[in-house]
């Protein structure tokens, strides 16, 4: 191996709560934080992103631990202690840390195997750190690797051909009412984890106005900043219903919040708009009898289970091949890196590297788009 080390450290969903990952979240964009990341010392080239689900920074650099230490310093800032984060914190090297990242562009690694926007998030950290010049030789060559790797899974594989968790089920039996969720207005109640996940896959299949509907108006902010939505307090809930097409509920409530006799009248108020009800909530927020209104479709958290459990069995096995493609690229990967003997190749690479970087970003950022 060359005498730099890539490392791979960060935090997700399986080992951080919603909590926690949501101090970490970039509010404002990547680049500042680029800006302060590349002033940690013994970074040759580096690379950030950050989703409702992770946050992962991608280094090659120079040293060791110190370089860990300072790395998690910057990913936890003031929210943690080191003796608080030790324990959500991940951190890969060399071989690990390829695996890892091959992984996650996949989508093998996310809450729900086989999403697509895990991709685009991918690129769309990549052009920041590409723009602000901040990865090289290396990176730039294992981030498209794992472009590559995520086209060849999805191309090879059926690995998100069918919805297989409860949030993704409901965004699947929405386009099947609505043909298409494009300017399709949303209204989620309850900020929890649940209403996180449907927010992220109703976005990402087009929906263009978001609104949080929550007991706690600081939670439901939260949760509608992350998704350019906005967000209204509970007692605001029935003059949203007049507006929106999909309302998902997911609240934690002890019974019942929205009633048959809550709806029909607001149905006149649509001209009988479609209105499609998902009640991911257990105990159920929603009235079972609201299936018996004109127009008015409602699905819980039973019949999204039926469509996930007849898709499941299909997933794992796809999920299967597309394991074993992310080990064979990973290993040539490392083959190509393994041929970096000495410093000095590296060295000569960053200088073409930067004799021709103007016109090689020029000539594949647009092309990103089409990976």
Known sequence: MPSETILLLGVNHKNTPLEVREKLALSSGYEEPLQALGKIDGLREYYLLSTCNRVEILVSASGGDDVEKDLA??????????DQYEKHLYCYRNEEAIHHLFMVAASLDSMIVGES??????????RWSADKKCTGPILNKLLHKAFSVAKRVRSETRIGSSAV???????????????SLENKRVLLIGAGEMAELAAEHLVGNGAKDVVV???????ALN?????NGRAVGIDEL??????????VSSTGAPGVILHKEDVKPLMRNRRNKPLFFIDIAVPRDLDPTLNDLDNVYLYDIDDL???VELNKAERDKEAVKASRIVDEEALKFEGWLSGLVVTPTIAALREKGKQISMMELERTLPRLKNL
Do not use: C, H, M, W
């Not at 029935?238 to 309302?247: G, K, M, R, T």
């Open 305 to 307: 289970n039926n469509v």
């Open 223 to 227: 949760l509608a900043k992350r998704f």
């Open 73 to 82: 310093g910057f990913l936890f800032g003031d929210a943690l202690s080191p």
């Open 165 to 179: 968790s409860i949030s993704y089920a409901a965004i699947e039996l929405a386009r099947k009412i609505f043909g």
């Open 213 to 219: 509907a929550n007991r706690t108006l600081e939670r």
């Open 238 to 247: 029935f003059e949203q219903l007049e507006q929106v097409d999909i309302i």
């Open 117 to 126: 926007q895990i991709l685009g998030q991918l690129k769309e950290a990549y």
